[in-house]
């Protein structure tokens, strides 16, 4: 219901019914009326059970409504009280104030404080009838109209602030009720009702999925507490917010150093000279550092094609032309050079020209 509904129907009630005072004489000096309408409205306008109060406040006396109280809900409460008539919509809607119905009862309310829901859905959800569904939220829980009225939706939901959540006990001291609201309240279906047991069977979200809601969630519940001013407190989630941001820059240094090691690796692959021989190759990469970015570096040490174009088999001494292939290939101080057909990647021997050699290493 609207507020400047509420003030209406507020103003409509007698001086002497006791709704959100102790008034019982009837009195009509002008200064007290304005008191009581004052008290009245504002305990009305925070209360989301007003349509049954208002109802119970006349009936008790066995007042007849106001004609203009047009509510279909208030003169359904009104006749019951009054009269012991009751629907069945009604009577199932006052099935759900007792006790034992407190975690369905508990269900219903949090599903009407999301904006995204229709009374339909909620309707499906909590498995009611929607006339039910209806009555109830506007005899006892009342805020479909108001769900944009953020300080209202507040008070429901957070009724001491959110300083209960840096009690180090909150999960265990909050109730299953005030769980429910607040996680509607952040307008997640799916913690809602996995919160009240039924585990939906959706898509579920991947591991690394995962540790990143997680670490964002850390981060927002760190930043809410440093904002309300506990900064200097020693608070569990601030500790582990901490441990993220410190976690996040050192992975920072190591990826910037882990880029100029790489940048160094492929400087000095440029530079290696292609007609040089292997023992001189090898010679070069022992000055680079041993620790390097995480990752394979690839090396590509055989010259080009253009560098056979003028002969197949570079210059090599009388002796190393007289000695056979394979003691020249176990003698890297002889610079040789294979013709395109006979060469072939390897990775371990470095006494074996024109390869490519790969270097992987762990940071």
Request: hydrophobic letters at 40%.
């Amino acid at each position: 219901m609207l507020p400047e509904k509420i003030k209406q129907l507020v103003e409509l009630v007698p001086a002497d019914l006791p709704l959100y005072t102790s008034v019982t004489e009837p009195t009509y000096v002008l200064a007290v009326l304005n008191n009581l309408f004052i008290k009245r409205a504002a305990g009305a306008l925070f209360d989301r059970s007003f349509g049954w109060k208002y109802a119970k406040a006349y009936a008790e006396r066995q007042i007849q409504l106001p004609s203009s109280v047009s509510s279909d809900a208030i003169r359904s409460a009104w006749m019951y009280i009054n009269s012991g008539h009751c629907s069945a919509e009604l009577r199932d809607a006052l099935m759900l104030r007792e006790d034992s119905m407190h975690l369905k009862r508990a269900l219903l309310e949090a599903l009407l404080i999301m904006p995204s829901l229709s009374l339909e859905q909620i309707s499906e959800f909590t498995g009611m009838p929607v006339a039910v569904v209806k009555l109830y939220s506007e005899l006892w829980f009342d805020v479909r109209d108001r769900l944009d009225d953020r300080p209202f939706i507040a008070n429901i939901v957070w009724p001491k602030t959110r300083q209960v959540t840096f009690q180090p006990d909150y999960l265990k001291t909050a109730t299953p009720e005030e769980l429910l609201l607040r996680a509607a309240h952040e307008g997640d279906l799916e913690v809602v009702m996995n919160l009240f047991g039924a585990v939906s069977a959706g898509n579920r979200p991947t591991e690394d999925e995962l540790k990143k809601l997680l670490r964002i969630r850390v981060l927002e519940e760190a930043w809410r507490a440093v904002q309300s001013g506990g900064v200097h407190q020693d608070l569990p989630v601030l500790r582990h917010a901490i441990k993220i941001v410190v976690a996040d820059e050192k992975a920072a240094r190591r990826a910037e150093e882990g880029r100029g090691k790489a940048e160094a690796w492929s400087a000095t692959a440029v530079n290696l000279t292609p007609g040089g021989s292997v023992l001189e190759t090898a010679k070069t990469m022992s000055t680079i550092p041993a620790q390097m970015a995480s990752g394979t570096a690839w090396l590509y040490l055989a010259p080009s094609q253009e560098a056979f174009k003028g002969s197949e088999v570079s210059d090599v001494s009388d002796v190393s032309n007289r000695l056979p292939f394979k003691d020249r290939l176990r003698n890297p101080d002889l610079s040789v050079s294979l013709p395109p057909g006979l060469r072939r990647p390897m990775s371990c021997d470095l006494a074996t020209p024109n390869r490519c050699l790969t270097e992987t290493v762990t940071a």
